[in-house]
């Protein structure tokens, strides 16, 4: 589900292992968290450049989280790449391919 399904099996090794290591009670709190959190304000406060990740096939973070931060900051950089929820692990050269010339552009000096 986190991984997708043609995930190499190292990757799924290690989250597997991850997963066993933290206690069956944290993992339910970080869940009951993730549902209940409301970071609407922060994220209307937040006063540096944001650039949204999504993946297309994440079972967990729906495009509607996405589409909210669009709706709130329509300033915000929206990118969709082709993967599971754990986007950076599964895709790391394409993802670097998106974040690293968003980086370069909010460092260079504004034109003016």
Known sequence: MLVG???????VD??????????SAAIALRLRE???VDARRALLDCRVPILCL?????????RRACDE??????????????GP???LARHPSQSASSI?????????PAAG
């Open 14 to 23: 290690a989250l597997r292992n991850a997963r066993t290591s933290v206690a």
């Open 54 to 62: 999504s993946a297309d096939a994440d079972r967990l973070v729906s």
């Open 5 to 11: 399904p043609d995930a190499p099996q190292a990757l």
């Open 69 to 82: 931060i669009r709706s709130l900051r329509p300033d915000a950089t929206y990118v969709e790449l082709r």
């Open 100 to 108: 690293s010339p968003w980086l370069a552009a909010q460092a260079a």
């Open 34 to 36: 993730v549902v209940d």
């Open 85 to 87: 929820h754990v986007l």
